[in-house]
């Protein structure tokens, strides 16, 4: 008896090319959407303001004009970047915003991984617990805070009587301070730096973590050579979503930084609102775009995302 | 609660922290996208062909701060049966001109005299009838004068104050009589400044300076109020407050000795600690904000009305007694007004007391580039 081998069956090309065009379409249905939010609410926006930045847009249509003044005032004015000042708070903002994310991962991640890998089936629960005090105003969380850091707030009133602080003295560095802009920002983000991460604990191939128990890798070893670098993706996912936002951030610094909260986000709102600068506002906001893209670049380059997320 | 309220419901929210947040970022795309106001820049003259009010669409639109669409400010206006006002609010006068360069429309506004000529400037307004409005015989020249520009009355100004220290006299001296208040050592660590370049202007005077040359300084005098400003900001300011009531809160307890205040903080405050309002005899910052009309308004007589209504001495005896703000009216019921908010007020004798050199009103600066600038530097080195 002889054995057939079951005959090849070969797609016709014209079928082929017809597939082929079928399935181009839907990947652009699919990408259309996104890809035209891009353009309208970033890609637009963002040339605006280099318009913006050069006059050739301006607030009072008659006052056009073409010129590199405002980034050259911006570039070498001593109050901003062509002094120690001004480059100084920049180097402020970045600092702060780095350390906060930072901090961020570092609180996040235990939650992340206790919710993903040890909380089972009432993982979502406890999620939902977590982030239900950020589904208020994002206001009224830093507006709390200045409640219980200011010198008669909650936390230095426990400190005086237990002693801690004198009856008539206060803790200078938690109110109106870097420390406070710092803490409260790293507060209101930890959340948010927690749900990447626990995207990327939930989507781990668990097998890999016994097979690294089977040969002998202890929790720790476990830990470090699977869970963690299997995780990464959503580490620096999360990284970035605290970084981007934080480094232009004004609100919170003014509301509890008081004079040494003072950032770069609050020079470029000063120059939009109260300075009336648009041209100048808008020339430190392109700047600030192009240095937070050139260091996620530098961020993506040194973590080697590609190979980690492979 | 009180710091919610400051953000969301008083009538000064204006100069809270919200300044400028959400409007700027709607107003920055609808300033790319705007239909212009008027191309020539310049203040557009009072149609020659306003028809009668009873040809108006009648639903007037006042672009206003958040609080003063209460009824009481234009009570004569809706007793009179025209139809309620629809309200749109601006956060501040700067992100209220960018929409208006973006092509947002309304019939009156409610900006600080100094920002007249800046609407100006954009064709968005023209000068108000005063024959039209009954009550404008019984406002204050000096304020009226402010709303003036090359002869016609673009703006009817109705609130006003000072901006000068309010100390805790308890604390300090009382007897200074000046702006070094904000600036002295004696009040090293407690001293509060509100986010305004007029602070640097402030130091000018305490230094010895004209008032009325604060608004015009050269760039090196500007330069060294600025260095002036860093120096005592770094030694003794305690910080920069945005929220009227989280200074209220910061004088009441103590951690501020000397603020700049405007009059509401000592009417807030007299009763709760020894405050002291301080109005420099050498002379004496104010504002004024008033209704401008809109060039193209179709709500002429309507506009009218509605300033009118706003005018009378009623809306001045309420709004000093309520809110702490002056009123342009000189026929306000002093008799109901608390003595010490008289003497605050100077109303017993307003013409004079918002006149030079007691006072210098708030006036278009054309270097206010240079003053904010150099104000981002001060608030950048503390």
């Known amino acids: ?310 | 609660m009180g710091q919610l309220d400051a953000v969301m419901g008083n009538p000064a929210t204006r100069r809270t922290f919200l300044k400028g947040t959400g409007v700027l970022a709607a107003s920055g795309f609808l300033a790319a996208c705007r239909k212009n106001v008027n191309e020539s820049g310049a203040g557009t003259a009072p149609s020659s062909s306003i028809g009668p009010i009873e040809d108006e669409p009648g639903v007037l639109h006042a672009h206003e701060w958040a609080g003063y669409d209460a009824k009481w400010l234009y009570a004569d206006y809706l007793k009179a049966g025209y139809p309620q006002p629809k309200f749109s609010f601006l956060v501040n006068t700067e992100g209220a001109l960018a929409k208006t360069a973006a092509g947002f429309e309304w019939d009156v506004t409610h900006p600080e005299s100094g920002y007249i000529q800046d609407y100006i400037n954009m064709g968005a307004l023209q000068p108000w009838d005063t024959s039209l409005m009954p009550n404008f015989k019984h406002l204050n020249p000096v304020i009226e004068a402010s709303g003036q520009v090359d002869g016609k009355q673009y703006e009817i100004g109705l609130d006003w104050g000072y901006s000068a220290p309010l100390i805790r006299a308890d604390h300090l001296d009382p007897t200074l009589d000046s702006y070094s208040y904000l600036f002295t050592d004696d009040a090293a660590g407690h001293i509060s400044w509100f986010d305004t370049p007029w602070i640097l202007q402030m130091a000018a005077i305490a230094q010895g300076m004209d008032p009325g040359h604060s608004f015009d300084m050269t760039d090196s005098e500007l330069e060294d109020m600025k260095n002036y400003t860093i120096e005592k900001g770094q030694k003794n300011l305690y910080n920069i407050w945005v929220n009227y009531q989280d200074m209220w809160d910061d004088v009441q307890t103590g951690n501020v000795w000397a603020t700049y205040a405007w009059p509401d903080a000592y009417v807030a405050l007299k009763d709760k600690v020894d405050v002291a309002y301080i109005r420099p005899s050498g002379g004496t910052l104010a504002w004024v904000e008033g209704l401008v009309l809109r060039s193209d308004t179709q709500n002429y007589h309507h506009a009218h009305a509605f300033a009118d209504a706003w005018s009378s001495a009623t809306v001045g005896t309420k709004l000093i007694s309520n809110w702490g703000y002056g009123h342009a009216n000189l026929d306000v019921d002093l008799n109901s007004i608390d003595p010490d908010v008289v003497k605050v007020f100077g109303l017993d004798d307003p013409e004079k007391n918002l006149s030079e050199p007691q006072s210098y009103l708030d006036r278009y600066q054309a270097n206010r580039n240079a003053y904010n600038r150099a104000w981002n530097e001060v608030k950048a080195s503390l």
């Open chain 1, 1 to 310: 008896m002889t054995i057939h081998a079951p005959a090849e069956i070969v797609t016709p090309p014209r079928e082929r090319r017809r597939r082929r065009r079928g399935t181009a379409k839907v990947n652009l249905g699919l990408i259309s959407i996104p890809l035209l939010w891009l353009i309208l609410f970033f890609l637009i926006p963002v040339v605006l303001v280099a318009l913006y930045s050069v006059g050739l847009l301006t607030l009072i249509s008659y006052d056009k004009y073409l010129s590199l003044d405002p980034w050259r005032y911006f570039l070498h004015s001593s109050t901003y970047l062509g002094g120690p000042l001004g480059r100084g708070l920049f180097w402020k903002s970045l600092k702060m915003s780095f350390g906060v994310s930072i901090t961020c991962v570092l609180l996040a991640y235990p939650v992340a991984y206790m919710l993903a890998l040890v909380a089972g089936r009432r993982r979502y629960t406890l999620l939902l617990v977590i982030i239900t005090p950020f589904l208020t105003s994002y206001l009224l969380r830093v507006l709390a805070w200045r409640v219980l850091l200011n010198p008669q707030g909650v936390i230095e009133a426990v400190l005086r009587n237990a002693g801690i602080v004198a009856a008539d003295g206060n803790v200078s560095w938690l109110f109106n301070s870097t420390f406070a802009v710092y803490l409260v920002l790293a507060y209101s983000w930890v959340p948010f730096v927690a749900l990447p991460i626990f995207v990327s604990l939930e989507s781990l191939d668990l097998q890999m973590l016994e097979a690294s128990s089977d040969l002998g890798a202890s929790r720790l070893t476990t830990f470090r050579k699977v869970t963690l670098p299997m995780s990464m993706p959503g580490v620096i996912a999360a990284f970035v979503f605290v970084f981007i936002p934080t480094i232009g951030e004004y609100v919170t610094p003014q509301i509890v930084g008081g004079k040494a909260g003072y950032l770069f986000g609050n020079v470029i709102q000063s120059s939009f609102s109260a300075s009336f600068d648009w041209q100048l506002g808008s020339a430190m906001s392109v700047f600030m775009l192009a240095a937070v893209a050139i260091l996620l670049a530098i961020f993506g380059r040194y973590l080697n995302v590609r190979s980690v997320s492979e």
